[in-house]
Structures are given as structure tokens and as C-alpha cells.
């Protein structure tokens, strides 16, 4: 099994940063690519960012310039925001697209949520 472990939200006032890191850690064979999805108050899901194992990003639209995704070879995403708005406030899901030596392909794993406020 694989387990997706978030850490680095909490409380900051608008304009200030924060950075969220998530780790993989299990029985793992490849780890195709990484992420952060978030959800807030009455909103639907919306993909914030995401890296894949040989380095391509890409970004929601309302995050370009102010968020920066990037992983280390440890199987760990890091999710540096700044510039934070009181519209950024979510909880942060962390994803992967994992192959495990316990599933038969790769598939999608979810972190429990971290959650981010940004006021005002």
C-alpha cells in the first residue's frame, strides 16, 4: 500500500506564504507524477498544480505566478504559495500517480487534506 502524508497548512494573513509538502511512502514501483488539488467553501475541486517524474508543471490559471510546485527524488511534492488571497483558502489535497508492487498499475493515491486559510 501507498500512503500520502500532507503537512505546512495553517493561518496566514493575504499577501503572506506558506508551503505545504506532501510524502509518498510504501511499497512503491514508480511514481509517475505529483500534485495538489483543493477545494474550497461551495466550490468544486479545481486542480491547483502538478509535476511529473521527468520535471513538466503545469498550473490552475488562478495560481500561475504565484505558486511554484517541485519534488525531490524521495517521492516528496512541495507546494510553495505566495502571495496568498483570502480566495486561495481550501483544504489542500495532495495526489500521485503511483504503481505499487501491490496493485496491478498505476492509480491514484489521495492525501487526507491540509487545510489553508488566508484571511483577510
Known amino acids: 500500500q501507498v500512503q500520502l502524508v500532507e503537512s505546512g497548512g495553517g493561518l496566514v494573513q493575504a499577501g503572506g506564504s506558506l508551503r505545504l509538502s506532501c510524502a509518498a511512502s510504501?511499497?512503491?514501483?514508480?511514481?509517475?507524477?505529483m500534485g495538489w488539488y483543493r477545494q474550497g467553501p461551495e466550490r468544486q475541486r479545481e486542480l491547483v498544480a502538478r509535476?511529473?517524474?521527468?520535471?513538466?508543471r503545469n498550473y490552475g490559471d488562478s495560481v500561475k505566478g504565484r505558486f511554484t510546485i517541485s519534488r525531490d527524488n524521495t517521492n516528496t511534492v512541495y507546494l510553495q504559495m505566495n502571495t496568498l488571497k483570502p480566495e486561495d483558502t481550501a483544504v489542500y489535497y495532495c495526489?500521485?500517480?503511483?504503481?505499487?508492487?501491490?496493485?496491478?498499475?498505476?492509480?491514484?493515491?489521495w492525501g487526507q487534506g491540509t487545510q489553508v486559510t488566508v484571511s483577510s
Open positions: 495526489f500521485a500517480i503511483i504503481h505499487s508492487s501491490t496493485d496491478i498499475s498505476a492509480r491514484e493515491y
Open positions: 510504501g511499497r512503491i514501483l514508480s511514481n509517475a507524477a
Open positions: 509535476i511529473t517524474s521527468g520535471g513538466d
